[in-house]
């Protein structure tokens, strides 16, 4: 399943990068209060994601000591994603810039409350492989998309523009610095 596989490159490339992946640096403080327990999945609902992608999702966010955020789709075949998230005070600048080429297209995308978002796009013959980002001040989320054959490009790209969005709604809901 090499579509898989590349999948799984990109986003442990990304991991890399950001230094570790969720869970190993404590997460971001809402204005002076104690670090909340963050969850990328708390910050979107089975019916945003639905709307995000037209097909229901089962939404995996874990257990207390075992967070996780993963979308799994109710009709086999349909696009599946994972989210997690880093707090990293350089930013998607350095980031982007510490990773050299990625295969597939990066674009800078505009979401609201959001310091930056970017997209990389990678539409494979058998899958297309979305990452996306969002950074609000020091934390950085991150989405993985995998929808398999045929898929309809554009569709993931606003799919994966509107959970970026959901993201950092939530993010400035809890006014993370």
């Known amino acids: 399943m090499p579509d898989r596989r590349s999948a799984a490159a990109v986003a442990l490339l990304l991991c890399a990068a950001l230094t570790a ?3 190993d640096d404590p997460p971001p403080k809402p204005h002076g209060d104690p670090a ?6 708390d ?3 089975p019916a945003q994601a639905q709307q995000a992608f037209g097909t229901t999702f089962t939404i995996d966010d874990g ?3 075992d967070l996780r955020c993963v979308l799994t789709p109710a009709e086999e ?3 599946a994603l994972e989210a997690n998230y880093q707090v990293f005070p350089s930013g998607l600048d350095a980031v982007f810039s510490g990773m050299g080429p990625l295969a597939g297209e990066t674009l800078v995308v505009d979401v609201a409350g959001a310091d930056d978002a970017r997209l990389v796009v990678n539409a494979e013959t058998k899958s297309l492989l979305i990452s996306g980002f969002v950074q ?3 934390l950085i989320q991150t989405v993985n998309l995998v929808d398999p054959a045929p898929f309809d490009r554009a569709a993931g790209v606003r799919g994966i523009r509107r959970v970026l969005a959901a993201f950092s709604a939530h993010a400035v809901a809890e006014q993370v610095e």
């Open 21 to 23: 992946c969720s869970g």
């Open 36 to 41: 909340p327990v963050w969850n990328p999945c």
């Open 43 to 45: 910050g979107i609902t």
């Open 63 to 65: 257990e207390e000591g």
């Open 77 to 79: 075949g349909g696009p």
């Open 136 to 138: 609000n001040g020091d």
